[in-house]
């Protein structure tokens, strides 16, 4: 999948990716939040489809050659574990960079949505084979509930109080708004944000790889399982596009995009990627870690934001996720890491 290159170019990539995360995740998140509010769209919607799935096309892309390759350790280790860090990891450091707040609808149906979906993969692999049929099952799963919750989402965002505070300017005027010149420059900006979301996805995917290929590259000459790479390495790196977009959005507190990227980017990792990668080559030979570890290590993580998003002295308005939790969500991040990594070089 990737090919071996020489030290010198593999450390060249890891540097140049970082610089391009660096610049390429506010220029996505900017784009993105244009697009939502000129499209009247909810940010969590636009956080969920556009930047959660746009920042997981790594880790499709990278299940899917594993598995025609048949390294099927590999394909679902980096899907689970993608999924580990997307909550693990990139909520607790954003909730420390500034506290998240958590709509109702978020704490209530997507958290214990995900782990339904956890607990339907471990469900399908339960044999220890990945059929065409169980794949073809994940697809459609993703086909209907994605569109479903979207639907509700954006059906009850509006009576629901805002999760972000409402930026301050004079609303347009009618007479503004009948002006051809007005409409003209709002096509602009719209324009601009768009290439701005497009360049910044392009950007994100290409430096994301450059990583992974040069941690890839060290990971084999090291000599470790393709399992461990692909919970560890090739999940973390593939996983840095959300993290880079979800560090953007917490400076600048734009809470329903750190967590529509996370919702969005998992409800993806274990129907799409998973679905599309067994469906091509069906996963067989597989560790039996992925389902005493992984996948009960995603189902708890995925509980985890129903838990700590909830606010349960008043259910229907807004709860948080205050620094403390992503403290505490980041140090089971480092612990499981520590346990695949003693377990797999066992």
Known sequence: MYTDIPFWLSIAMMAGGFVALAWSSDTFVDGASSVAKALGISPFVIGMVIIGFGTSAPELCVSVMSGLSDHSNLSLGNAYGSCVFNIAAILGIASMIRPLAVKPMTALVAGPALAAISLGSMFVLRDGVGSRGEALMLLGMFAVLLPLYCWFDQKTSGS???????????????????????????????????????????????????????????????????????????????????????????????????????????????????????????????????????????????????????????????????????????????????????????
């Open 160 to 346: 629901a109080p805002d999760a972000e505070p409402q930026e301050k300017g004079r609303p347009p005027t009618a007479r503004m708004i009948a002006d051809p010149r007005y409409r003209r420059i709002g096509r602009m900006r719209l324009a601009i944000a768009c290439v701005k979301l497009v360049v910044g996805l392009a950007v994100l995917v290409g430096s994301s790889h450059m990583l992974v290929w040069g941690a890839v590259d060290f990971a084999r000459a090291v000599g470790v399982s393709d399992l461990m790479i692909g919970l560890t390495i090739v999940a973390v790196g593939t996983s840095l596009p959300e993290l880079a977009a979800a560090i953007a959005s917490a400076r600048r507190g734009k809470h329903e995009f750190v967590l529509g990227n996370i919702v969005g980017s998992n409800f993806f990792n274990m129907l799409a990627v998973v679905g599309l990668a067994t469906s091509i080559s069906p996963a067989k030979g597989f560790s039996g870690y992925i389902l005493s570890r992984d996948l009960p290590m995603t189902l708890a993580l995925s509980l985890a934001i129903t838990v700590f998003g909830v606010n349960w002295r008043r259910p229907r308005e807004n709860g948080s996720f205050n620094r403390f939790e992503g403290l505490l969500w980041f140090l089971v991040f480092l612990a499981y890491t520590t346990l695949v990594i003693i377990q797999e070089t066992h």
